[in-house]
């Protein structure tokens, strides 16, 4: 059983950066392959990174350049680095985590992207 709590959302001027964090509380995060999600008001999910248990990494088109997923298995913690964001990168960011037939998700944190 892992549970996942997510943080480090907020507002944001566009331009700016964040820094989310998704941090387990189980054993054998370091096994799992994490990805984070995003879903904005009317549209549907969308993937935006992915992190292996091996450390490769994917990202969505859009995000490419910009995000950076990472993880500290020292403190069962996955990171996404945000930076030059838009209007269009503000959503509710969740964390996923799945091994085999497991898998587990965070509650969310909120982005938003304003001046």
């Known amino acids: 059983q892992v549970q996942l709590v997510e943080s480090g959302g907020g507002l944001v001027q566009p331009g700016g950066s964040l820094r989310l964090s998704c941090r387990a509380y189980?054993?054998?995060?370091?096994?799992?392959?994490v990805k984070w999600f995003r879903q904005a008001p009317g549209k549907e999910r969308e993937l935006v990174a992915t992190?292996?248990?091996?450390?490769?990494?994917y990202y969505s088109d859009s995000m490419k350049g910009r995000f950076t997923i990472s993880r500290d298995n020292a403190k069962n913690t996955v990171y996404l680095q945000m930076n030059s964001l838009n209007a269009d990168d503000t959503a509710v960011y969740c964390c996923?985590?799945?091994?085999?037939?497991?898998?587990?998700w965070g509650q969310g944190t909120q982005v938003t992207v304003s001046s």
């Open positions: 189980g054993s054998g995060f370091s096994t799992y392959t």
């Open positions: 992190l292996t248990s091996g450390g490769v990494t």
């Open positions: 996923n985590a799945v091994r085999g037939m497991y898998q587990y």
